[in-house]
């Protein structure tokens, strides 16, 4: 009896108090007088973000087999990172017009080459030729209020995201010096050959979506890099890290850094691929070796990679710039455009990632090359095309991949719907030319699939974060992170 007086009264309670306003009651009333809980709502009210963080949840599973111990190389740094326009105003710039320049020689070089980059919203990375001019700036935006250091250098950041599975062993080679040591992850690996008396610094100037400086207004938040980063620059630890993987057994290996020699000139790239490519080619075919790309302006030096590198690594992973560039280099699909208009076209991307397969990878069982897999992200979705019956779960990895973009980017652990949006088209093509497939991405069952040839296709739409905190490295933690979720199939294909 005293039980229903006390429902009766909260029941009364909660009339009064929808009565004069509330919108809301508290949960403990709600579960008492046993009402349901009107905070949560019905599926069909929830957002297409709130779906597909759920979905996400539902669908990513690890792979059967996993990885176990995974060596990854070779280019390594501290980070710093600022606000671009702020450090500008700091070196007494004045805002202007902007220019792309390959190598930059002064400050004047940086400003037009940052203002040119962030008028489109882009990622870029110069190499600074002058070292002392560098160090000028370099002590400026060390001592910038509000300046970050970081671990820097994709190979660096990539096993730093692996090292937080703990079931996972990694070694990372680079050049690392006494400040970068302290900042890895205490499990890390580090051969003694990697350490070095100095840290390799380079700076990253941030700006946020709408900023502006002078007339120049950033349609999307992104990162403009540059250094004069010797070490890296001359990949001065690759043989150290082929010669440590005897002892270290990997069953995985990532590779990256190549793009930091198109700033030391011809001369010397052209010889230190060679070498590169003597050096890669010592790692038994049975260990997987992953390449990840970053930004480049030399054609010559990318088609030298298309050619000789890729042919001879299992796995790449890029972005949208790097992309539409390798294919420029070597006059593939698409090539005769600029620059990407707005959001990436999923039929143009769909043709290049299949080019490139096609002209460098294992699509035929004759072939003597090892490509077989392809990580492309853009901002608002990615695509894992791979080569049938070399790799698999690959749904679990796309989606994984771009669950981490989403998370990371707002400087979260988990997805918060709230703050991310969709971006992604919900209808697009299998390819720009006919025929041609008719695809939908379905929000509750996030990855669309579609094959040409004996190439599958993974998509996946990204959460883009509102308001990112930081964007640097996020494709090295989309690459680390579909590499987690992948399994490489060591059974002959076909």
Same mark, same amino acid.
């Given at each position: 009896? #005293?039980?229903?007086?006390?429902?009766?009264?909260?029941?009364?309670?909660?009339?009064?108090?929808?009565?004069?306003?509330?919108?809301?009651?508290?949960?403990?009333?709600?579960?008492?007088?046993?009402?349901?809980?009107?905070?949560?709502?019905? %599926?069909?009210?929830?957002?297409? %973000?709130?779906?597909?963080?759920?979905?996400?949840?539902?669908?990513?599973?690890?792979?059967?087999?996993?990885?176990?111990?995974?060596?990854?190389?070779?280019?390594?740094?501290?980070?710093?990172?600022?606000?671009?326009?702020?450090?500008?105003?700091?070196?007494?710039?004045?805002?202007?017009?902007?220019?792309?320049?390959?190598?930059?020689?002064?400050?004047? *070089?940086?400003?037009?080459?940052?203002?040119?980059?962030?008028?489109?919203?882009?990622?870029?990375?110069?190499?600074?030729?002058?070292?002392?001019?560098?160090?000028?700036?370099?002590?400026?935006?060390?001592?910038?209020?509000?300046?970050? $250091? +970081?671990?820097?250098?994709?190979?660096?950041?990539?096993?730093?995201?692996?090292? /937080?599975?703990?079931?996972?062993?990694?070694?990372?080679?680079?050049?690392?010096?006494?400040?970068?040591?302290?900042?890895?992850?205490?499990?890390?690996?580090?051969?003694?050959?990697?350490?070095?008396?100095?840290?390799?610094?380079?700076?990253?100037?941030? +700006?946020?979506?709408?900023?502006?400086?002078?007339?120049?207004?950033?349609?999307?938040?992104?990162?403009?890099?540059? @250094?004069?980063?010797?070490?890296?620059?001359?990949?001065?630890?690759?043989?150290?890290?082929?010669?440590?993987?005897?002892?270290?057994?990997?069953?995985?290996?990532?590779?990256?850094? $190549?793009?930091?020699?198109?700033?030391?000139?011809?001369?010397? #790239?052209?010889?230190?691929?060679?070498?590169?490519?003597?050096?890669?080619?010592?790692?038994?075919? *049975?260990?997987?070796?992953?390449?990840?790309?970053? @930004?480049?302006?030399?054609? *010559?030096?990318?088609?030298?990679?298309?050619?000789?590198?890729?042919?001879?690594?299992?796995?790449?992973?890029?972005?949208?710039?790097?992309?539409?560039?390798?294919?420029?280099?070597?006059?593939?699909?698409?090539? %005769?455009?600029?620059? #990407?208009?707005?959001?990436?076209?999923?039929?143009?991307?769909?043709?290049?990632?299949? #080019?490139?397969?096609?002209?460098?990878?294992?699509? %035929?069982?004759?072939?003597?090359?090892?490509?077989?897999?392809?990580?492309?992200?853009?901002?608002?979705?990615?695509?894992?095309?791979?080569?049938?019956?070399?790799?698999?779960?690959?749904?679990?990895?796309?989606?994984?991949?771009?669950?981490?973009?989403?998370?990371?980017?707002?400087? $979260?652990?988990?997805? *918060?719907?709230?703050?991310?949006?969709?971006?992604?088209?919900?209808?697009?093509? @299998? @390819?720009?030319?006919?025929?041609?497939?008719?695809?939908?991405?379905?929000?509750?069952?996030?990855?669309?699939?579609?094959?040409?040839?004996?190439? /599958?296709?993974?998509?996946?739409?990204?959460?883009?974060?509102?308001?990112?905190?930081? /964007?640097?490295?996020?494709?090295?933690?989309?690459?680390?992170?579909?590499?987690? +979720?992948?399994?490489?199939? /060591?059974?002959?294909?076909?």
């Amino acid at each position: 009896m #005293w039980r229903k007086a006390s429902a009766a009264a909260l029941l009364a309670l909660a009339v009064g108090y929808f009565y004069h306003g509330g919108s809301e009651l508290p949960e403990q009333i709600l579960t008492y007088i046993g009402l349901p809980n009107i905070q949560t709502p019905p %599926e069909s009210q929830k957002s297409l %973000e709130q779906v597909v963080s759920s979905a996400w949840e539902t669908l990513i599973t690890l792979p059967t087999r996993q990885w176990s111990r995974v060596a990854v190389g070779v280019n390594a740094c501290v980070d710093v990172v600022v606000s671009g326009v702020g450090l500008l105003q700091a070196l007494a710039v004045d805002p202007g017009s902007g220019l792309n320049h390959e190598v930059l020689h002064s400050k004047e *070089d940086l400003k037009e080459a940052f203002i040119h980059y962030m008028e489109r919203g882009a990622a870029a990375e110069r190499f600074f030729s002058n070292s002392e001019v560098f160090q000028r700036i370099a002590r400026a935006a060390a001592e910038y209020p509000g300046a970050k $250091l +970081y671990v820097g250098g994709n190979a660096a950041l990539i096993a730093q995201k692996l090292a /937080t599975y703990p079931d996972l062993v990694v070694l990372l080679c680079g050049p690392i010096g006494p400040k970068l040591h302290e900042m890895l992850d205490e499990q890390m690996v580090v051969p003694p050959g990697s350490m070095q008396e100095t840290d390799e610094y380079h700076l990253i100037l941030e +700006y946020k979506a709408g900023e502006q400086w002078g007339s120049t207004q950033a349609p999307q938040a992104n990162r403009f890099i540059f @250094s004069h980063d010797v070490s890296n620059g001359e990949m001065s630890s690759l043989e150290t890290f082929v010669e440590s993987l005897e002892e270290f057994d990997p069953e995985l290996v990532v590779l990256s850094g $190549l793009h930091m020699m198109e700033g030391q000139g011809r001369e010397l #790239w052209e010889d230190r691929l060679k070498e590169a490519v003597a050096a890669i080619s010592e790692i038994p075919r *049975d260990i997987p070796i992953h390449l990840e790309l970053a @930004s480049m302006t030399d054609k *010559d030096y990318m088609n030298s990679i298309m050619q000789e590198v890729m042919p001879i690594v299992s796995s790449i992973g890029l972005n949208e710039q790097e992309l539409l560039f390798l294919s420029q280099a070597g006059e593939g699909p698409h090539a %005769e455009m600029v620059a #990407w208009q707005g959001i990436p076209d999923v039929g143009r991307v769909s043709d290049i990632l299949l #080019w490139i397969l096609e002209q460098h990878g294992r699509i %035929e069982p004759s072939s003597e090359a090892d490509l077989t897999r392809i990580h492309f992200h853009t901002l608002a979705y990615h695509i894992l095309a791979t080569v049938d019956g070399y790799w698999g779960n690959q749904a679990s990895a796309v989606m994984a991949g771009a669950r981490v973009a989403s998370s990371q980017a707002c400087g $979260l652990q988990a997805v *918060d719907p709230g703050k991310v949006e969709l971006k992604a088209p919900l209808e697009f093509y @299998s @390819s720009h030319a006919e025929p041609r497939e008719q695809l939908s991405l379905i929000p509750e069952q996030p990855v669309t699939v579609w094959r040409r040839g004996n190439v /599958t296709f993974h998509l996946t739409a990204v959460l883009v974060c509102r308001q990112p905190l930081r /964007t640097v490295g996020l494709g090295d933690a989309i690459s680390a992170e579909g590499l987690v +979720y992948s399994e490489f199939e /060591t059974q002959q294909p076909f």
